[in-house]
């Protein structure tokens, strides 16, 4: 054994063993450019998808986010829901809001929910991820 140098078995165990708790417990976290047909309706080109999932309805969320601010919308919106989260900031050029306005070209801490049966979908920035998986 080179002096200076412990035995590092252990040390490696334990970290292999804490990276595959953190996979069962919180599942692999990916980002990807790749963006399903849901996430290209809340963002533009260069937006990086961090998760997306469906909620048996939209006032779910809050499950998930539970420091999300209120949003009476999702709490009347009934049937199934697809939520995509965003990794850092969404690039919205090109997009026009339904009243016909162009949004700020880039938001960030974004959570797109997308109504099952259609419809438009909601976009959210700045939601708070304290007490989330997504952090």
Known sequence: MVRGVTNLRPKLMAVALA????????????ASLQMSPEARMCG????????????????EIWRVFPAMKMAPE?????????VVVFAGGVDLM???VGDGSRPAP???????????GGGPP???S???RAGSDFN
């Open 19 to 30: 990276a595959v708790t953190a996979v069962v417990l919180f599942g692999p976290v990916t």
């Open 44 to 59: 533009g080109p260069n937006t990086v998808v961090q998760a997306e999932f469906d909620l048996r309805a939209a006032r």
């Open 74 to 82: 999702l709490e009347e919106l009934d049937g199934q829901v697809h």
């Open 94 to 96: 090109g997009l026009v």
């Open 106 to 116: 880039v938001v960030f801490d974004a959570v797109c929910v997308i109504p099952a």
């Open 122 to 124: 909601y976009l959210y």
């Open 126 to 128: 700045s939601v708070s």
